[in-house]
């Protein structure tokens, strides 16, 4: 599960970093860079729901040591 949450994070910070590229700085919200936008910002909310699943499987891994 671990490898594949890195996997899953990795793949959406590439999206992320693509993306990037395709955002026109001088107008930002108009045509394909909305769409980039709106795709990097679903890669940051992939990111960070897979640090957060991280995080609750160590925690649950502790709970389980200790009953």
Wanted: contains cysteine; glycine residues 2%; charged residues 20%.
């Amino acid at each position: 599960m671990k490898i594949l949450t890195i996997i899953i994070s990795v793949i959406a910070l590439g999206l992320m970093i693509f993306n990037f590229t395709k955002v026109d700085f001088n107008a930002p919200l108009e045509g394909e860079s909305t769409i980039a936008l709106i795709t990097i910002v679903a890669s940051l909310c992939v990111i960070l729901m897979m640090a957060i699943l991280r995080t609750s499987k160590r925690i649950e891994q502790k709970v389980k040591e200790h009953k």
